[in-house]
């Protein structure tokens, strides 16, 4: 995917596939709990879902889809988009620094969540407990669902605001070569072969 807007569509592509991931997840709790509950396991804490693993796959590789391609969204725009001065050595830099703020703000999130929640409801506690069988996964999964679609909303409205620069043009090569290239790469440079008029003046001397 290559072009003016592909920076933009990769990053919107995998915040979909992030809101994606999160509706899965949670569809996915909300099974693992009523099938304890119809086993009569809900109340063990340390009970094992009857269903299979295999159930979790499907969100993992959403979630692999998104990090591939918000992450190469993110490396094109920052390649792309930003000063020439900054491409070549700031743009995988500001690419992982902006994944290191969303996981910052990610783990700000869920504390914010649960204290709020902790507060709220008080007769249920916290949705995220000490063992998985006592925690509310998939209302946390619910939550994360709505700040996804809040997000993919607010990327969309400031990306059909946004005026995308054109790919920059490869540059070329045709540097001065190093005049020790052929010992560094062991290859040596055809010998020309002489001309008549040399041939006549090396015989006339």
């Not at 949670?26 to 879902?49: F, P, T, W």
């Not at 050595?89 to 902790?118: C, P, S």
């Not at 063992?131 to 409205?157: C, E, G, H």
Request: charged content about 25%; glycine content about 6%; hydrophobic content about 45%.
């Amino acid at each position: 995917m290559n072009g003016r807007y592909s920076a933009g569509m990769k990053v919107g592509l995998g915040m979909l596939a992030t809101l994606a991931c999160c509706k899965v997840a949670c569809l996915v709790e909300y099974i693992r709990l009523k099938s304890l509950k119809e086993h009569g396991l809900l109340g063990n804490l340390d009970a094992i879902a009857p269903i299979s693993v295999f159930w979790l796959s499907s969100q993992f590789v959403l979630m692999g889809i998104m990090d591939g391609l918000a992450r190469d969204g993110m490396e094109d725009f920052f390649r792309c988009q930003v000063l020439e001065s900054m491409r070549k050595r700031y743009a995988l830099v500001l690419t992982e620094v902006v994944i290191r703020w969303g996981k910052i703000l990610n783990i700000g999130f869920i504390m914010i969540l649960d204290v709020v929640v902790e507060k709220l409801s008080v007769e249920d506690g916290s949705w995220i407990a000490d063992t998985v069988n006592q925690s509310r996964l998939d209302l946390f999964y619910a939550a994360l669902v709505v700040v996804s679609m809040a997000n993919l909303f607010i990327f969309a409205y400031v990306a059909s605001f946004y005026t995308y620069s054109d790919f920059p043009e490869e540059e070329d090569n045709d540097e001065e070569k190093d005049p020790h290239e052929e010992i560094k790469t062991g290859k040596k440079q055809d010998k020309m072969e002489p001309t008549p008029d040399e041939e006549t003046e090396g015989t006339n001397t």
